[in-house]
């Protein structure tokens, strides 16, 4: 990474990216070009940023704070840097996620990027609706797309065949740059029978049994390169470590994995979601794949990023954000400050 080019503007941002575990945000910042020293924080903002630039695009990075996760703490960092950087109008919310196996043949170190189908517009919140006569949950919210610039930009990407490459290339630059981010070894990607539940508490899956493993997965893939999938992701305050409730909304709702983020952003904070795949959302959950899915899903983001033709401006970057993104920044920092006091 280059030297620290002097402040900019707040103005000059026009790239929010918003990630919600430490590891997240530094595979971001491991991919930014250039870094930018940092501003000072304004009043009522208590996110801290990273700055710097990607290709001819400014970038402004924040994490939620340690501890935090959901819908609730998403929303409330994003108002901030809504607040903070105007004029942001290119928007990522990239981590990690639970992938749905029976979907795509989803596999560990893969990418899910959040497009429309025909059961939600990319993002589903999996646990807000009614029960209905029969004891199922009727999934009653209905949450915006991400912006048909990003949409249109994912298309081109699935349309170029240079994308693949320019993507695995930025992964094995983040790679090896940094090994925390490595290839945890296919070996290590292990997907048990739904009924199989882990039989030891704190102990890892070696000692699990080898006769449980799903034995009627697609055929063994080429290499150890990460799949790109593009379709539903559910989202949700409940973390998913159940297989057979996995299995089940995974076919109901058309959805490939599972995070706890997006449905708190989707209707004033418009992004794309994109999601490294780290565990099955089963109870064999563990963290070794946490870093490589991290890496995976913000080599993505980049890669997606650079090939955006930046926005022609006649005059200085919008200095304010729209009437109701001013008022999606109030109402949030509004309920935050009552629920403290």
Known sequence: MNSPRPALKRTDYTVGWLTALPIELAAAEALLDVPHLPLDRLPHDSNSYILGSIGKYNVVLTSLPSGST???????AAAQMMFS??????????????????SKDVRLGDVVVSVPGKRNRGILPHDFGQIDADGKLQHTQILDGPPPLLLNAVTSFRASSSSR???LETLSKLIAADRQFAHPGVENDRL?????RHPYRKEPCDKCDPAELVQSRPAKRENADPLIHYGGIASGNQVIKHASTRDRLGLECEVLCFEMEAAGLMNY??????R???DYADSHKNNDWKPYAAATAAAYTKTLLVNIPPLERASATAESPTRTEQLYVMV?????????E
């Open 276 to 278: 490294g795949i780290s």
């Open 165 to 167: 490459s320019q993507f």
């Open 70 to 76: 959901g819908s609730s703490a998403a929303a409330f």
């Open 332 to 340: 949030v920092l509004s309920v935050a400050n009552f629920a403290a």
């Open 85 to 102: 950087f105007p004029a942001t109008e290119i928007r990522f919310m990239t981590g990690i996620g639970g992938g749905i196996p029976t």
């Open 192 to 196: 048990y029978n739904s009924s199989y």
């Open 269 to 274: 904070f418009s992004c794309l979601v994109i």
